[in-house]
């Protein structure tokens, strides 16, 4: 029986997706009933010189009653799950002795069971549970595995995501940096600018007056145009300059922009797998009464938060249906509590069973966690 699962956040929307499973079939009462039948008979009839005991007697009647009962099952079709005649033995008065191995969380422990007629019956019975408990519990030490590499892989990208936020956040400190050099530049420049050009007013309005005395002081007014020619040609360097660092400050902040976006991307993965997420792995064995009775769903399986955060009163809900891919009637539902569920961590899910009123076996189910 397997099934997959989906995670729901009652403030974040659901996350996770539902998971089915197929449950196995139940076995048909086998047709040799019939023959115990005639073995019991020719095992109960005297013979001229042997005389039957009346204890023996008494179980050779049992016997005849429970092959005659099983016959007629057989002969009228009636399904029984998981239990063999070829427990029933020919002669309920011989002593059956059997030696079952009990393997419990890595412990084995052999013991001896002495059975006879209808007993050995159920020891098979609990035999074959046992079994299947075994199987349980090896295929959730599987699935605990597997959840322990995503815990590892998860934290693998939470390390990598915070180096480059690091470098990021670094790389735009740095550059914001160089912004603030170049615009004192630039300062430094428009004052300067200024300063010329007040200058050249002042050599402008001194050429204004030596030309009226132009025979006498040519020489000066020559220098003073000198100067102002040297200090326009300075001017326009330093325009130039001015334009250039402009075109540099606009590189400059387009990469911050980018460097910023890329921190607020990792901001987010970050975000992201520090929140709590669940996810879980689960199987789910049937047991249904005799005669199309009834039937009970018992649930095995290990949960694990993937993020660091805490979940706090988490559930989880388990939906039997009556039919494959979670479809037709819903047969049998249950939800668990789970409380507080520590980040990066993995836990086992106490055995939990599911109740339900329809003899009608589940061909499939799904689990959904709510934060």
């Known amino acids: 029986m397997c099934g997959q699962g989906r995670n729901t956040d009652s403030n974040r929307g659901q996350r996770g997706r539902p998971g089915h499973g197929e449950i196995p079939e139940i076995e048909t009462l086998p047709a040799r009933a019939f023959v115990h039948l005639l073995t019991a008979l020719l095992y109960l009839t005297p013979t001229a010189d042997f005389t039957i005991p009346a204890t023996r007697r008494t179980a050779k009647a049992s016997t005849i009653a429970l092959a005659v009962i099983l016959g007629l099952a057989a002969g009228a079709g009636i399904v029984y799950a ?60 599987t699935n605990a595995s597997g959840l322990q590499s995503q815990l590892g892989s998860a934290r693998q ?59 006498t002081d040519s020489t000066q007014i020559t220098a003073l145009q000198n100067t102002i020619a040297s200090d326009n040609t300075q001017i326009t360097n330093l325009q130039n300059s001015v334009s250039q660092d402009a075109a540099q400050i606009n590189s400059l902040q387009t990469s911050l922009a980018s460097a910023t976006t890329q921190v607020e991307s990792l901001q987010n993965q970050v975000a992201q797998l520090q929140a709590a997420y669940l996810v879980g792995t689960f199987q789910a064995t049937v047991s249904c009464g005799l005669l199309g009775g009834s039937c009970t769903y018992t649930i095995n399986g290990a949960y694990a938060n993937l993020g660091t955060s805490d979940a706090t009163s988490a559930t989880v809900t388990f939906t039997f249906y009556s039919a494959a891919a979670a479809e037709g009637q819903t047969l049998c539902s249950t939800t668990v509590t789970i409380g507080t569920v520590q980040g990066d961590t993995i836990t086992m899910l106490p055995q939990t069973t599911c109740a339900s009123s329809y003899s009608t076996q589940s061909q499939s189910y799904t689990w959904q966690f709510v934060l």
Request: net charge negative; proline share 2%.
């Open 82 to 141: 998981g239990v063999s005649l070829s427990a029933i033995p020919s002669n309920p008065n011989v002593v059956v002795t059997q030696t079952q191995t009990i393997t419990t969380s890595g412990t084995v422990s052999t013991q001896t069971v002495t059975t006879s007629g209808a007993a050995t019956m159920e020891v098979s019975s609990l035999e074959g549970q046992l079994y299947s408990t075994n199987n349980l519990l090896s295929a959730s030490r």
């Open 157 to 215: 990208n939470l390390t990598s995501l915070e180096g480059e936020l690091a470098i990021s956040e670094k790389n735009a400190t740095t550059l914001q940096g160089q912004v603030t050099i170049f615009n004192v530049q630039i300062s430094a420049d428009d004052n300067q600018i200024k300063s010329l050009q007040t200058q050249v007013t002042t050599d402008a309005g001194q050429i204004a007056g030596l030309q009226n005395t132009v025979n």
